[in-house]
């Protein structure tokens, strides 16, 4: 959908003439009373279900979690998801002409941050003619914009569920964001960010960027049970399998063949700007901010009632920080529910199926449903 | 000292007219026998201890560890540091001419192993007239090489002092130190490993693996306690400290500037062969890999007494880990002492000062000295 805008952005900047490509699934009622927004993380997009006719492997990203009969169930539910301004998958970013030039944006497109997607959701369900938002979910940095909403918004959205997110980041977390960012932006390909024009991809510093992401988005359990120490010459038969190559630069390890080949598939649809846009709206990200690091006063302004679901083996975002948002809404006698799963998986596993968490989910939206039936 | 060789090294490669450098603090005793080996890990050398004459700066790595009166008493004890076979800081290496063909060794040079570095650490012993070690001692990969002492040389190691280490690397570990391959290879300075030829140095590889590995040395507790979400702006005193500047590029958090200085400063003198030679050899090491994945049975060849040291906050080597070497040699009946420290610094704990690590290393040391005096 076109906006003419200009959406003002916390930077300063504003956005005229901008795009927000998105999708919906099930049936608007009459009401306009069971809208649901999902908001997506880093590496996804509005396609949030369902599959492309003639395009079997399609699939949407939260295709598990959202469709007919799934937890948040598109019998019942209006399901919306938009791509984020500055992604890659279909909204104007950086890869996008700039309507005030002519040119590329590239590097000049202005930096986003939550809040700006949040504002940008909000004037999208405005055109949809959606007042207020039965309920807005996300995962990660999904679940920081359902945060987001209920600070914004309050007035607009009656139910937030935030999965395996966070109030801010850690030290640690921006520290992982900023290597990957220095990997893209040192790549000679990368030109300063505008690498459209000269017809090359950072794909070296893409694919460093992705190798380290998929390594804190994995639990260290979960990646010993599935790669452990093996040996790609184990798996390819060679050698007796127990053998070393002796080699600096070639795979030797399983683990080092899954990453390469993350990195390489991510290199060849991802932007880099993107990249870089995105990692640093989760660094900004932090209601508390402005309310002397007091989260709970913060949260003070969000009416909503919560789910939080957090997991066990996520060292990306731990528990401990999902519990700092409870306790924070708690703090405010707020209607929090809160689910701590025991999934193997580390962050990933907010993707992924786990009956204790789907079944969490499912009774949750169950009960949203019963307030407009 | 120089070695004519040849040292034949595990991949079936061997080195012939290579060079040793090392240290010695203290004096070796009549009856040869307070002699006390420390290994280095990824980022070391022989300098363990003191300073160079009329260099104020030059304090040995492990200089609060070594020295008269320090926890390993250079008073009573013999040391000797040695700078491993592959290294950049004295002994040969990937920078070095290869006497077989008068070219710089580059990526030619031969895959290392712990187990070569023990067995050359070994032939110098030989070469000073020392045919037993009072103890062997190292953290992290350094400990990794005093366990293989006790393995490979049983009868030439009393005690064995493993501080921070592991039995193995996990598909984690594994995964950290391919990424920092992948981007001190795909540097396009690395030139296939050859950029000596070239006079150039893959510098921006060399950032992003150092990045990284800072990362992996600190707890995320430590990270948030020195860091946090401190904006550098808040520290150079600008606009009041908390605005961000809306940039990608540039640095916002203190964390970004800390860890962009130590990838400058190591990029200016770590050699990237040697990195990759490196971490190589902690993705190979795994003592129980030829005993069928038993560690208990590898290590049943251990005679030595040991003494075991891990941190809580340490993510990278966990005491998980320690605890499996511990195990291990309990199942074989051998006499080991281990400590698990509450020090908050991470993996980099086992470097810095604690006086209950300190007490502990000292007490240990104590008991040895007490068997030859």
Redesign the interface.
Known sequence: MQFAGPLAL????SISGYTLAYETYGTLNAERSNAVLVCHALNASHHVAGVYEGQARSEGWWDNMVGPGKPLDTDRFFVIGVNNLGSCFGSTGPMHVNPANGRVYG?DF??VTVEDWVDAQAALLDALGIRTLAAVMGGSLGGMQALSWTLQYPDRVRHAVVVASAP?????N???N??A???I????DFHG?HFYEYGVIPK?GL??AR??G??TY?S?DV??A????ILRSAVEGEVAG?D?R????DI??Q??SY??YQ?DKFSEYFDA?TY??I??AL??F?PA??HGGQLSTALAQATAKFLLVSFKTD?RFSPARSREIVKALLDNRRNVSYAEIDAPHGHDAFLLDDVRYMGVVRSYFERVAKEFQ
Chains 1, 2 share one sequence.
Do not use: C
């Not at 932006?185 to 000679?188: A, L």
């Not at 599935?226 to 120490?229: A, H, L, P």
């Open positions: 916390r930077s300063g900047a590097a202005p930096v801010n980041l850690t030290a640690e921006i520290a992982f900023e290597v960012r220095r990997a932006v040192t790549d000679p960010g070296r694919r460093i190798m380290i998929h390594i994995l260290d990646m010993n599935k790669f452990g120490r127990l070393y002796y080699s600096t630069q030797e390890f683990i080092e990453l390469r990195g700007n870089l846009l990692t640093r660094d900004y932090d901010r402005h060292w």
